[in-house]
């Protein structure tokens, strides 16, 4: 095991009490992508003691290696179904790592004239970025460059459902 449930949750909580404290008097819309950063967003919306909105996307990778985790470029399968313009928008992300997911994601919401724009991920790897000037703002664990499954990540749709978070060569 990598990381304990408990050692998640805890972060979890101080990342909400963090973002209640941000965002004292406004009301944030949290946005997640489908389908792994389900598990972090549930947890996350708990912990965040103020009025808060949630919504979803769902993003796929396409060209010649996404099949193999890869991509040579993101599309946009189900966009969201709230305004953002005037609104503070925090994007939940359950790893940042080269950053090009959350780039075009802020690329596509910064057209939507956002109040603010902010990220929270679960995971992260600095090291791996190929873009700089990410809003990420909230980050729960620094973690290495390894494979993870549980607590929302999968291996082939199997997983999603672990409590804790696992390297995958340890399942």
Not at 66 to 77: E, F, P
Not at 92 to 103: I, K, Q
Not at 128 to 156: H, I, K, N, S, W
Not at 160 to 166: E, I, M, S, T
């Amino acid at each position: 095991m990598y990381l304990a449930a408990e050692e998640i949750q805890a972060r979890v909580r101080e990342l909400g009490a963090r973002i209640a404290r941000d965002y004292e008097g406004r009301e944030p819309l949290l946005v997640a992508a489908l389908k792994s950063s389900i598990v972090f967003l549930s947890d996350l919306s708990r912990a965040i003691p103020i009025l808060h909105a949630i919504d979803f996307i769902e993003l796929a990778g396409f060209g010649a290696d996404a099949a193999l985790g890869g991509t040579s470029g993101i599309r946009l399968l189900k966009d969201l179904d709230s305004e953002l313009e005037g609104r503070d928008v925090i994007l939940v992300e359950d790893v940042v790592d080269t950053g090009l997911t959350l780039r075009f994601l802020c690329k596509t919401f910064e057209l939507r004239r956002p109040r603010s724009l902010a990220a929270a991920t679960l995971l992260d790897r600095p090291y791996r970025r190929l873009v700089d000037d990410l809003p990420v703002c909230y980050v729960g664990f620094v973690v290495p460059d390894e494979l993870f499954a549980g607590y929302g990540f999968d291996v082939e749709e199997k997983h999603r459902n672990l409590p804790d978070l696992h390297v995958i060569r340890e399942i």
